[in-house]
């Protein structure tokens, strides 16, 4: 199954507006992690995942496994890594679970949520 990173591109960090870039902390971030991820796994942007308290926000999702969104990342190389990485574990496991002990460390404390998988078209109560 498709592990798929959605990544919110208009999120800016608390400094942002102070620094004077031209571009928003999720557009750089977007850029590294889908040139990191090219070959790999999917990417896509999005306007506002609404996590602003936690940006740099992304979500890491695919059909029938748990989803995760993840924020509080640096617009930088090594969080667009590990960010690529963990959803390279993730589309290899089953059910979307990746064992905390294979966790890039970049990733480690960057957890918001975890959404179980939705269920299959048919099978609701």
């Not at 990417?43 to 992304?58: A, D, E, K, P, Q």
């Not at 480690?108 to 959404?115: A, D, L, Q, V």
Request: charge should be negative; include cysteine; hydrophobic fraction near 30%.
């Amino acid at each position: 199954m498709t592990t798929w990173i959605t990544i919110c591109d208009t999120c800016k960090r608390d400094d942002w507006a102070e620094s004077g870039a031209a571009l928003t902390d999720g557009e750089v971030l977007a850029a590294k992690v889908e040139e990191t991820a090219e070959g790999r796994v999917k990417t896509r942007r999005v306007s506002c995942l609404m996590g602003c308290s936690h940006g740099c926000n992304i979500a890491i999702q695919a059909e029938g496994k748990l989803s995760y969104t993840l924020g509080k990342f640096e617009p930088n190389e090594e969080s667009a890594t590990a960010i690529v990485d963990y959803a390279a574990l993730h589309q290899e496991s089953e059910t979307g679970q990746v064992p905390y002990r294979t966790w890039p460390e970049g990733v480690k404390g960057h957890f918001i949520t975890r959404h179980p998988p939705l269920p299959k078209s048919g099978t609701e109560s």
